[in-house]
């Protein structure tokens, strides 16, 4: 299997470069055909069953929730390391999205989206497993003494006890064996760094065990001077793998056998390198119903529909023909990238939704910059074929950049975040890709097959702005100190209020069961809290019992039980249980996602400082920073809970902005390029701003429309989430004309000056 997914995947990508390399106008339509084909299909097979394949996560869908214990006497250090373990064990790649909280002082709640029968016995699993590790010698002679001591001719010898051996029998199933070990372990798990599933020379799953420099020192010594015997891997008593040592191993050990499904591997492999230092007791499962509630989500639904209605009239409206290509290349955009989480097995929450609108307005945004050059150049008398190569071809660096600008900083939220910013940034660099194949394969071959049927002998389209002719960097002394003085007012708000702004995701608060007689719509409930000024969160009800669950700030548990009496007599509202619970993102969370998004802000700054140079990138981090700080402070002015939900649209506005930075810096640079020796900085600047004017305000209405569809169609939290991304759009529209230039240009003045003065000979005395 694994040996057919890289074959399929080399032969993808030589079919690729030969689409770009092709010169024959024939052969590059056929193979890029091909290309598109062959990716579409891989896509739809990757969906279906689409149930199976992408989840809906705790806000859409609903899960289940169990209540977990530290057993014995744990040590002050002990919750901390049990939640952390938990959230690795179940949510490795941040795809799962849980929710994982601490209770108290020894207690754990663990919320997991949508679990079948199945899943929920391996959940339960990986959540109370201690995984201890031990590599015990089994006795040279365990069969036969094993026999007689069944059969009560010997005793068991000393030093060595017999343990259960899970080892395949059939391929219907497992049966348990017996095996006697010694009692003293050879290696414990400390020494294992990490533990990965693997395959055996026949495409059987396998675990591989790496061992860190001194377990595998260890394991050197131990198999050297043991070649010949068995050595049993022990896992919590359980003999999971017992080989004969044929040679000396220092590097990795291999758990193989047992008829293990890929799951079972991966499950094994999580537990390996995730052990408990103490033991967990599960107290309680239930269901719980989604927590935005049925009427949110339809809502929600109906305001993606809207959006994504209004940006196809747009599209088609403004660049007819064009437009229409540049819809069915959304369409298969938005394919690919369903087909892509398909395949990791993606859990889709409204975080993760943010990642897909991002990548979504950055197709258009793609497309509307192709069209722009197409028009540049037909403007000036070029044919419709060679203009649509040209426009191509000139629209390719701006593209590129933007994404790979993105992906950098998104790689490193995969390797160094976790839980939902590892999300987030696994569907941002699965959308970029798809991104990058819809607009620069599937609708450049889809015009070529145009072209060759005769259909595009003459291209048409709207036009908004006759060559603007604007001074931006005119208006920078009033438009810079006056974003300065509102990012200051709205930061400062932030700070000063951080205390009644951070809800409960960050702060913790109390968690709240309730009994009911008659059950109210969730939608209801959130409203009738808001209007008290009690911002509920991971509100839900629980699908066993009448039990309503929800969480609020610490000290407005029972004020929202009494509003909830006063505003819904009818229900029989009642306080069954109130429990103080800590913080979904903890301090190791807050700390890696702020190292991460810090080396990715980095990340950014170095490349588009090579790409470019450096006074072009400190602007844009700059403005960068601006619209993210501003949509920060204008919803602090606002008096919005920051929740999950808010990072999540925090995040999408910190890609967007570097990509409009980006565009325009493109053209900048270019008429730098070409006009430079002709023209003053400001005078290039302007005119490079000018000339993506029009696509800006092209791209930026999309979104705008899609945002303001989801704000006025959407519920309670998603239109917060959509207002959010609405400050941060045009946040970004004003900063990338009317502060990122200003930077530009002063840092350019200052580089200018600096390098004058520095050619000025030494006059000699």
């Known amino acids: 299997m694994l040996f057919v997914s890289f074959s399929t995947a080399l032969l993808f990508l030589v079919t690729l470069i030969w689409y770009f390399t092709a010169s024959d106008d024939r052969t590059k339509r056929w193979v890029g055909l091909a290309c598109s084909f062959f990716i579409l299909i891989n896509a739809v097979f990757s969906l279906f069953p689409p149930a199976e394949k992408i989840k809906l996560g705790l806000d859409l869908k609903g899960g289940t929730a169990f209540l977990l214990e530290l057993q014995g006497e744990p040590s002050a250090g002990a919750l901390d390391q049990a939640i952390g373990v938990i959230r690795k064990r179940i949510d490795k790649f941040g795809l799962s999205e849980p929710i994982i909280q601490p209770m108290g002082k020894r207690r754990i709640s663990v919320q997991i989206p949508g679990l079948s029968e199945s899943e929920k016995a391996a959940a339960k699993e990986q959540l109370s497993k201690v995984a201890k590790l031990e590599f015990r010698l089994v006795h040279p002679d365990t069969d036969k003494l094993l026999a007689a001591i069944q059969s009560g001719q010997e005793k068991i010898p000393l030093g060595y006890e017999i343990l259960p051996f899970s080892q395949a029998e059939s391929k219907e199933g497992k049966s348990e064996s017996l095996i006697l070990v010694r009692k003293r372990e050879e290696m414990g798990g400390k020494y294992v760094r990490r533990a990965f599933r693997g395959f055996d020379e026949v495409g059987r799953p396998t675990v591989v065990i790496e061992f860190n420099e001194a377990g595998a020192k260890r394991f050197g010594e131990i198999t050297s001077n043991n070649i010949g015997k068995r050595l049993a891997i ?278 709240l069961t309730v009994a009911y007689k008659q059950a109210v719509p969730v939608a209801k409930v959130r409203q009738a809290l808001e209007e008290e000024k009690i911002h509920p969160s991971l509100l839900q009800y629980s699908r066993e019992g009448n039990q309503l669950v929800y969480q609020v700030r610490y000290g407005e548990g029972e004020k929202s039980v009494n509003v909830l009496k006063e505003k819904f007599p009818q229900a029989g509202f009642s306080l069954s249980r109130m429990d103080s619970v800590g913080p979904v993102v903890g301090d190791e969370l807050k700390h890696r996602a702020g190292l991460a998004l810090s080396l990715g802000l980095l990340a950014i700054l170095i490349y588009v400082s090579l790409r470019y140079e450096w006074s072009f990138a400190l602007a844009a981090a700059l403005g960068q920073l601006h619209d993210v700080l501003l949509a920060i402070g204008i919803m602090a002015l606002l008096g919005k809970e920051f929740d999950m939900y808010l990072i999540g649209a925090f995040l999408t506005i910190l890609g967007y902005s570097i990509n409009e930075k980006i565009v325009i810096s493109d053209r900048i640079r270019e008429t730098l390029k070409f006009k430079g020796a002709n023209l003053s900085f400001k005078e290039i600047i302007n005119e490079g701003i000018n000339k993506t004017l029009a696509r800006t305000i092209m791209t930026g209405g999309t979104v705008v429309l899609a945002t303001i569809s989801m704000l006025i169609l959407g519920g309670f939290v998603i239109s917060v989430f959509a207002l959010a991304i609405l400050i941060g759009v045009l946040a970004g529209m004003f900063s990338s004309h009317l502060i990122t230039p200003a930077l530009l240009y002063w840092f350019h003045g200052l580089a200018e000056k600096k390098r004058k003065k520095i050619s000025i000979p030494t006059q000699a005395v």
Do not use: C
């Open 234 to 511: 022990v896992l919590d008593g359980e003999v999971k793998s017992a080989p004969v040592i044929q040679t000396a191993i220092f590097k990795n050990a291999v758990i193989s056998g047992g008829n293990m499904t890929p799951k079972e591997a991966e499950d094994l492999a999580s537990v390996l390198e995730n052990p408990l230092e103490t033991p967990v007791k599960i107290l309680e499962e239930r269901g719980v119903d989604p927590s935005l509630g049925k009427d949110s989500i339809i809502s929600g639904i109906n305001a993606a529909l809207a959006a994504f209605a209004s940006v196809v009239l747009f599209m088609v409206f403004y660049y007819r023909l064009a437009g229409i290509v540049a819809v069915v290349a959304l369409l298969v955009n938005l394919l690919l990238l369903l087909g892509l989480l398909a395949q990791f097995h993606f859990t889709l929450t409204l975080p993760g939704i943010a990642g897909i609108i991002l990548t979504i307005g950055m197709a258009v945004d793609a497309n509307v910059l192709i069209y722009e050059r197409i028009r540049d150049e037909l403007e000036v008398g070029v044919n419709v074929k060679n203009a649509i190569f040209i426009g191509f071809n000139k629209a390719f660096s701006a593209i590129f950049d933007s994404n790979v600008s993105l992906i950098i900083p998104s790689i490193i939220l995969m390797e160094l975040g976790s839980g939902p910013l590892q999300g987030f940034a696994v569907t941002l660099v699965l959308g970029i890709v798809a991104n990058l194949f819809a607009a620069l394969v599937f609708s450049r071959n889809l015009f070529e097959w145009l072209l060759s049927w005769g259909m595009l002998r003459k291209l048409s389209m709207m036009k908004f702005l006759h060559k603007p002719n604007f001074d931006f960097i005119k208006w920078s002394w009033i438009t810079v100190p006056a974003a300065a003085i509102l990012l200051a007012v709205g930061i400062a708000t932030f700070f000063l209020r951080s205390g009644e702004l951070l809800g409960v995701d960050f702060s913790g608060g109390d968690s």
